[in-house]
């Protein structure tokens, strides 16, 4: 037994482990939900993970990103989470993807078998960019919807895009699937929690509104959602996989 996956092996057997440590899981954006999401199933034993994510870290994130450290402040998010994960799990194969997600990278980042993918991106025709993308590859996925001006993780529910309600994403995500007619269901995390107006400015010269005005955020919530992203995941694998969960 792996001592490091011990505790993981007596929850779901040595089949278990031996599913995960063979999956690839893809998570689209490493910040506040992605992160958490990406260091879970490393801790879980996923075999190999794929870090999609342009940005670096910034100050404004050490509220709440687990990867944002004074010392990370400025490097590529994919390369500080991998290193992260390598602290802990050296086994993981991390494969870094230091890119702006949209479809006109699909071929870039799925050139290889994905089990799953986790979308945490903030950009909402990139996110319905991703699940179009999922679908036409059968890929499982789930999906984040908004966890910022919000405080109280308790309120964090898992169910199909059309069942949210009290998310402003979400509404404009049901929209945009109507549009394009994606058909099936799209598993989301999302929160019951009305969120606050966000509206003191930061930024004059912000050129977006978010630049301007960028969300109130917590650790709470984010953090809640990427490990619940977390557990999904490795929940649906093992269903696949008809292992049962002791």
Do not use: W
């Not at 010269?205 to 995941?233: C, D, I, N």
Request: one cysteine or more; proline letters at 4%; hydrophobic letters at 45%.
């Amino acid at each position: 037994m792996n001592e490091a996956l011990q505790r993981v092996e007596l929850l779901i057997g040595e089949a278990g482990v031996k599913t995960l440590n063979d999956a690839c899981v893809l998570i689209a954006g490493v910040g506040g939900v992605g992160s958490f999401a990406a260091e879970s199933l490393a801790r879980s034993g996923i075999g190999t993970l794929i870090l999609v994510d342009a940005d670096t870290v910034a100050e404004s994130n050490l509220n709440r990103q687990i990867h944002a450290v004074y010392t990370t402040i400025g490097k590529a998010k994919t390369q500080v989470m991998a290193e992260r994960i390598h602290s802990f799990n050296r086994d993981c194969k991390v494969i870094e993807k230091p890119l702006f997600y949209s479809a006109a990278v699909n071929d870039e980042i799925f050139d290889q078998p994905i089990d799953f993918v986790i979308d945490c991106i903030d950009t909402i025709t990139s996110k319905a960019d991703l699940i179009e993308a999922c679908k036409a590859r059968n890929i499982p996925f789930i999906s984040s919807m908004g966890m910022a001006n919000r405080f109280d993780p308790t309120k964090i529910e898992i169910c199909d895009l059309m069942k949210t309600a009290n998310d402003p994403l979400a509404k404009v995500m049901r929209n945009i699937v109507r549009k394009r007619r994606i058909k099936g269901k799209i598993p989301v995390i999302f929160s019951k929690e009305l969120p606050i107006t966000q509206t003191r400015v930061i930024n004059e010269e912000g050129k977006t509104r978010k630049e301007k005005m960028p969300p109130a955020s917590t650790s709470f919530v984010p953090a809640a959602a990427g490990l619940s992203a977390g557990s999904y995941v490795v929940r649906e694998l093992m269903k696949k996989a008809e292992i049962k969960i002791v």
